[in-house]
C-alpha cells in the first residue's frame, strides 16, 4: 500500500534552517511528480515546492522561494526539502504527496511539524 513518511521537523530559531526527508513506498516513486506542502494552524494546506520525476524540474511558491530547495533521490525514494533563513511564518506541519497519490487514493501521510520560534 502507499506510504509517505515525512521526517526532520522540530523546533528552530527564526534564521535557522532544517532539512527535511520523505520516503515513499507503494508506487513507483521515480516516475512520480512530488510536491512539498504545508498546514499552518488555521489556514488551508498550501503547495510549497514541486519536482518533476526528472531532477531538472522544480518550482516553488513565492513565499518560501530563494530559501527552500526541493530535490530528490529515487535511489533512496526519498524526496527532501531543505529550508533555510527560517521565520516565523513557515511555522506548519508539513507533508509530501503526489498529485497522482492524491487523486487515486486521497491519501496523506502524518506530516512533521516545523516550528520556528525564539
Known amino acids: 500500500q502507499v506510504q509517505l513518511v515525512e521526517s526532520g521537523g522540530g523546533l528552530v530559531q527564526p534564521g535557522g534552517s532544517l532539512r527535511l526527508s520523505c520516503t515513499a513506498s507503494g508506487f513507483i516513486f521515480s516516475s512520480a511528480a512530488m510536491n512539498w506542502y504545508r498546514q499552518a494552524p488555521g489556514k488551508e494546506r498550501e503547495l510549497v515546492a514541486t519536482?518533476?520525476?526528472?531532477?531538472?524540474?522544480?518550482n516553488y511558491a513565492d513565499s518560501v522561494k530563494g530559501r527552500f530547495t526541493i530535490s530528490r533521490d529515487n535511489a533512496k525514494n526519498t524526496v527532501y526539502l531543505q529550508m533555510n533563513s527560517l521565520n516565523a511564518e513557515d511555522t506548519a506541519v508539513y507533508y509530501c504527496?503526489?498529485?497522482?497519490?492524491?487523486?487515486?487514493?486521497?491519501?496523506w501521510g502524518q506530516g512533521t511539524q516545523v516550528t520556528v520560534s525564539s
Open positions: 504527496n503526489s498529485p497522482g497519490i492524491i487523486r487515486v487514493f486521497g491519501y
Open positions: 519536482i518533476g520525476n526528472t531532477v531538472s524540474s522544480t
